[in-house]
């Protein structure tokens, strides 16, 4: 059946990373994982997702590199330079606007769009290059393979328009139209054109997988020592048809939760549309900052976080370490905050006033209870999320988790303690890794997801004769061939509805005037899951629609056909005038500038 080269990137909030398969399409996928953190001491499968420009605005450093160069800025280049972490971030729940601008962690700002188009260019090179220093005889490029990019499961939709302005920057999709049933999938989808990794010519080589989905393929295919034994024996995920389980895919920056079902032949489908909130591993790291500032108050940390952003960065990267075992955290104190602090009154004092941290000569020591205390906001949240879906009449046999953030020894207990007695809990051994290589197999196998449940209700905007009992007054409107409801919101899809992969749906539409030569339809979507309006509270507007009809003679009777083909994680749109076989696209337009 032939070769199925494919790379998968992981674009992830606290970390990132690539994989890589160049096996048959029928043979079973060698998937390679690169390596990173040589130069630091490190070994690990992804790299963290932080970036550095330099007093240009030039992209300079990515990952491990980023951080180790920044740390080390004294002075002037620390606050010249630009140092982004963690930045993905800093679009969720925003409507994000064209000329968004991010901060780095000296206050100065730059351009989300270049910020993300030279991170995502970053980790497309690093992905080639690596392929071709390990495969010789012939030089790879981009075109020469499949491209997974893995999302989130949540997001929101001028998000995901955001990544469309980078590809229209460069011309490459005048005449595409990605609608996305979720809310982060379309922006990076179009936001990697922009990067390189795909053109206008090659587009179908580009899928999107939804981390928790990609995780969950991966999680079928591993044997019982594929997943960390503790207080449940040696257990597999079962395999047999009517299987339930739930996918937690904890990351730094947000849990996506979803829920499969697996059907006859081994594929997935979804059973209840994506959750989760964004209260990743990011907001243990955000307590412990927030303890940190209790203990050295007065001002003091507020200076030193000021005038030593790159210290406080090396600070928390410590932590991070410590916040995935069960135990004392101990954190070395720069030389920086101790003459701060100083200023004020004995290190020992900044303690006395504080529970759960002490000073050790020299370094900070945070109880284990206190380190447990930084999760209960994260979990809590959690918790509450899974324990909606538990009320939901389905029969799940299993919790998965996945994600960097699931190596916490803390959160894996927690859900023991909360869950164990309505199911099986599994974690891989290497959490981290399963979305990578979940992408890998869903590149190579994208109808593995048989369907998902639609997160909105998608609809286009048209007018129906009016009737007198059934239409708001004020919706009439009157031309030469009769009385006509305006505004009415006809529904393409609905929420939570399940949608096939690769399934096509067709619909007629007709005009309101007998003369009419060019048709305007304008798209929304809702939350609602039977609006009768377009103006109605919560509807957004994301597109409108333009097809001209130059044959008249039909008059009424002229029938536009509307076809919409669902993808693997995003909707294609086509209008096509019956008489004249002329066709037409949707522009969308999530952002509201």
């Known amino acids: 059946m032939g070769d199925s080269f494919v790379i998968a990137i992981d674009f992830g909030t606290a970390y990132s990373g690539h994989a ?17 953190g040589e130069d630091v001491c490190q070994q690990t ?82 992905a080639l290059e690596t392929i071709n220093n390990s495969v010789a005889g012939k030089k790879f490029i981009a075109s020469d393979f499949t491209w997974v990019l893995t999302v989130p499961a ?45 053109t206008e010519i090659n587009k179908e080589k580009l899928i999107i997988a939804l981390e928790p989905e990609a995780a969950s393929v991966w999680c079928k295919k591993l044997p019982a020592d594929g997943f960390i034994a503790e207080r449940q024996g040696k257990d597999t995920l079962d395999q047999s048809p009517k299987t339930q389980y739930v996918v937690v895919d904890c990351g730094g920056g947000t849990i996506d939760i979803t829920v499969h ?27 412990c900052k927030e303890f940190l500032k209790e203990i050295f108050s007065d001002g003091v940390w507020d200076e030193f976080e000021k005038n030593h952003p790159n210290d406080v960065m090396k600070m ?136 998902r449940k639609s997160a909105f209700t998608y609809g286009v905007r048209v007018s129906r004769r009016f009737e007198r009992f ?22 393409l899809v609905e929420s939570g509805e399940d949608v096939g992969w690769d399934e096509t749906r067709t619909f007629s539409l007709y005009p309101t005037q007998a003369d009419m030569t060019t048709m305007n339809y304008n798209f929304y979507c809702t939350k609602k899951r039977r609006p009768k309006y377009v103006d109605e509270e919560g509807i957004d507007k994301i597109g409108c629609f333009l097809l001209n009809s130059p044959n008249t003679k039909r008059g009424l009777h002229r029938e536009l056909k509307l076809n919409i083909k669902f993808g693997f994680t995003e909707m294609t749109a086509q209008g096509v005038d019956i008489d004249s076989k002329l066709t037409s696209s949707i522009e969308l337009d999530f952002m509201r500038n």
């Open 316 to 451: 928390m990267n410590d932590f991070t370490l410590f916040k995935k075992q069960d135990d004392n955290a101990e954190i070395d104190c720069p030389f920086n905050l101790g003459e701060i602090a100083q200023q004020k009154k004995t290190m020992e004092d900044f303690f006395k006033v504080v529970q759960g941290a002490s000073w050790d000569e020299g370094s900070i020591v945070i109880s284990k209870q206190k380190l447990r205390d930084f999760f209960a906001e994260s979990l809590q949240g959690i918790t509450q999320s899974l324990q909606e879906i538990f009320t939901k009449g389905l029969n799940i046999k299993y919790i998965l988790l996945v994600g960097g953030y699931a190596n916490s020894k803390i959160l894996q207990k927690h859900f023991t303690d909360k869950f164990e007695d309505k199911c099986k809990i599994l974690c891989p051994v290497r959490p981290q890794e399963a979305i990578l290589r979940g992408a890998v197999e869903f590149g190579r196998n994208p109808h593995l997801v048989a369907s």
């Open 20 to 36: 890589f398969s160049m096996t048959a399409r029928d043979a079973v996928a060698d998937i390679h994982i690169k390596m990173w």
């Open 261 to 287: 079902e697996v059907l006859e032949g081994g594929a997935l489908k979804e059973l209840h549309k994506a959750s989760g909130n964004n209260l990743g591993g990011q907001t243990v790291d955000r307590k």
């Open 45 to 126: 499968p992804k790299t963290p997702t932080c970036i550095l420009f330099n007093e240009k605005e030039e992209f300079f450093r990515f990952g491990y590199k980023a951080k180790t160069k920044y740390f080390r800025m004294r002075g002037q280049q620390a606050k010249d330079y630009f140092f982004f972490d963690n930045f993905k971030m800093s679009l969720y729940g925003k409507n994000v606007n064209r000329d968004l601008k991010i901060k780095a962690a000296n206050g100065k700002e730059l351009s989300a769009l270049k910020v993300f188009t030279e991170a995502l260019r970053f980790l497309k090179d690093d």
């Open 470 to 491: 059934k239409h708001k007054p004020e919706k009439k409107i009157i031309n030469k061939d009769g009385e006509w409801c305006r505004d009415i919101f006809m529904k």
């Open 154 to 198: 949540i997001w929101d939709h001028s998000a995901k328009q955001f990544m469309r302005e980078a590809a229209m920057q460069v011309a490459l999709l005048k005449n595409l139209l990605c609608v996305n049933l979720e809310a982060y999938f379309l922006m990076l989808y179009l936001f990697i054109f922009q990067a390189g990794i795909a």
